[in-house]
Nanobody, 126 residues
Framework: VQVVESGGGSVQSGGSLRLSCTISGYTNSRNCMGWFRQRPGKEREGVVVIDSDGNTSYGDFVRGRFTISQGNPKNTLYLQMNNLQPEDTATYYC?????????????????????WGQGTQVTVST
Protein backbone atom coordinates (compact mmCIF):
# COMPACT_ATOMS: atom_id res chain seq x y z
CA VAL A 1 0.00 0.00 0.00
CA GLN A 2 1.23 3.44 -0.86
CA VAL A 3 -0.29 6.69 0.32
CA VAL A 4 1.03 9.95 -1.09
CA GLU A 5 -0.10 13.40 0.00
CA SER A 6 0.71 16.69 -1.67
CA GLY A 7 -0.41 20.29 -1.75
CA GLY A 8 0.88 21.59 1.54
CA GLY A 9 2.69 24.89 1.83
CA SER A 10 2.90 28.19 3.62
CA VAL A 11 0.07 30.70 3.54
CA GLN A 12 -1.01 33.73 5.47
CA SER A 13 -3.95 33.76 7.81
CA GLY A 14 -7.19 33.64 5.82
CA GLY A 15 -5.55 31.88 2.91
CA SER A 16 -6.47 28.62 1.22
CA LEU A 17 -4.79 25.38 0.27
CA ARG A 18 -5.93 22.23 -1.47
CA LEU A 19 -4.40 18.97 -0.37
CA SER A 20 -4.40 15.86 -2.53
CA CYS A 21 -3.93 12.22 -1.66
CA THR A 22 -3.64 9.06 -3.70
CA ILE A 23 -3.95 5.63 -2.12
CA SER A 24 -2.66 2.77 -4.22
CA GLY A 25 -2.34 -0.95 -3.65
CA TYR A 26 -5.34 -1.02 -1.32
CA THR A 27 -8.67 -2.50 -2.28
CA ASN A 28 -11.59 -2.94 0.03
CA SER A 29 -15.26 -2.50 -0.69
CA ARG A 30 -16.16 -0.56 2.46
CA ASN A 31 -13.80 2.03 3.85
CA CYS A 32 -13.24 5.02 6.01
CA MET A 33 -10.96 7.45 4.23
CA GLY A 34 -9.87 10.85 5.31
CA TRP A 35 -7.42 13.28 6.77
CA PHE A 36 -5.92 13.69 10.18
CA ARG A 37 -3.27 16.08 11.41
CA GLN A 38 -0.64 16.60 14.04
CA ARG A 39 0.04 20.09 15.29
CA PRO A 40 3.40 20.91 16.93
CA GLY A 41 3.50 19.46 20.42
CA LYS A 42 -0.02 18.03 20.13
CA GLU A 43 -1.51 14.60 19.62
CA ARG A 44 -2.88 13.54 16.28
CA GLU A 45 -6.48 14.55 15.65
CA GLY A 46 -9.01 13.70 13.00
CA VAL A 47 -9.80 16.42 10.49
CA VAL A 48 -12.42 14.71 8.35
CA VAL A 49 -13.48 11.21 7.36
CA ILE A 50 -15.71 10.01 4.55
CA ASP A 51 -17.32 6.59 4.42
CA SER A 52 -18.18 4.46 1.42
CA ASP A 53 -21.66 5.97 1.23
CA GLY A 54 -20.26 9.49 1.07
CA ASN A 55 -21.15 10.46 4.62
CA THR A 56 -18.66 12.86 6.15
CA SER A 57 -17.68 13.80 9.66
CA TYR A 58 -15.53 16.83 10.40
CA GLY A 59 -13.63 17.79 13.50
CA ASP A 60 -15.29 20.51 15.56
CA PHE A 61 -12.43 22.89 14.85
CA VAL A 62 -13.16 22.84 11.10
CA ARG A 63 -16.27 25.03 11.51
CA GLY A 64 -17.24 24.84 7.84
CA ARG A 65 -13.84 25.90 6.52
CA PHE A 66 -12.67 22.59 5.03
CA THR A 67 -14.28 20.33 2.45
CA ILE A 68 -13.34 16.78 1.58
CA SER A 69 -13.98 15.32 -1.85
CA GLN A 70 -13.10 12.16 -3.73
CA GLY A 71 -11.89 11.70 -7.23
CA ASN A 72 -12.67 8.93 -9.64
CA PRO A 73 -11.60 6.34 -8.69
CA LYS A 74 -12.40 6.95 -5.06
CA ASN A 75 -8.89 6.24 -3.88
CA THR A 76 -8.03 9.85 -4.59
CA LEU A 77 -8.92 12.34 -1.88
CA TYR A 78 -8.86 16.10 -1.77
CA LEU A 79 -9.10 18.52 1.10
CA GLN A 80 -10.00 22.10 0.29
CA MET A 81 -9.02 24.30 3.21
CA ASN A 82 -10.25 27.87 3.33
CA ASN A 83 -9.81 30.64 5.88
CA LEU A 84 -6.76 28.94 7.34
CA GLN A 85 -5.63 30.13 10.73
CA PRO A 86 -2.26 29.85 12.52
CA GLU A 87 -3.72 27.10 14.73
CA ASP A 88 -4.16 25.01 11.59
CA THR A 89 -0.39 24.75 11.24
CA ALA A 90 0.30 21.03 11.24
CA THR A 91 1.40 18.04 9.27
CA TYR A 92 -1.63 16.68 7.45
CA TYR A 93 -1.91 12.98 6.78
CA CYS A 94 -4.19 10.98 4.56
CA UNK A 95 -5.27 7.46 5.44
CA UNK A 96 -7.80 4.70 5.05
CA UNK A 97 -9.19 1.87 7.12
CA UNK A 98 -11.71 -0.83 6.27
CA UNK A 99 -15.16 -0.65 7.75
CA UNK A 100 -18.72 0.58 7.54
CA UNK A 101 -18.75 2.78 10.61
CA UNK A 102 -16.17 5.54 10.78
CA UNK A 103 -15.74 6.48 14.37
CA UNK A 104 -14.00 9.55 15.69
CA UNK A 105 -10.68 7.72 15.92
CA UNK A 106 -10.88 5.98 12.52
CA UNK A 107 -7.30 6.98 11.83
CA UNK A 108 -5.97 4.87 14.69
CA UNK A 109 -6.78 1.79 12.63
CA UNK A 110 -5.38 3.37 9.47
CA UNK A 111 -2.10 3.90 11.30
CA UNK A 112 -2.04 0.40 12.77
CA UNK A 113 -2.62 -1.09 9.31
CA UNK A 114 0.01 1.10 7.71
CA UNK A 115 -2.47 2.77 5.38
CA TRP A 116 -1.31 6.34 5.82
CA GLY A 117 1.17 8.63 4.15
CA GLN A 118 4.24 10.60 5.05
CA GLY A 119 2.23 13.77 5.48
CA THR A 120 2.31 17.21 3.96
CA GLN A 121 3.19 20.30 5.96
CA VAL A 122 0.81 23.22 6.24
CA THR A 123 2.11 26.41 7.81
CA VAL A 124 -0.14 29.39 8.41
CA SER A 125 1.37 32.69 9.46
CA THR A 126 -0.31 35.78 10.86
Amino acid sequence: VQVVESGGGSVQSGGSLRLSCTISGYTNSRNCMGWFRQRPGKEREGVVVIDSDGNTSYGDFVRGRFTISQGNPKNTLYLQMNNLQPEDTATYYCGASPGDTCGYRWYYRAISLGIWGQGTQVTVST
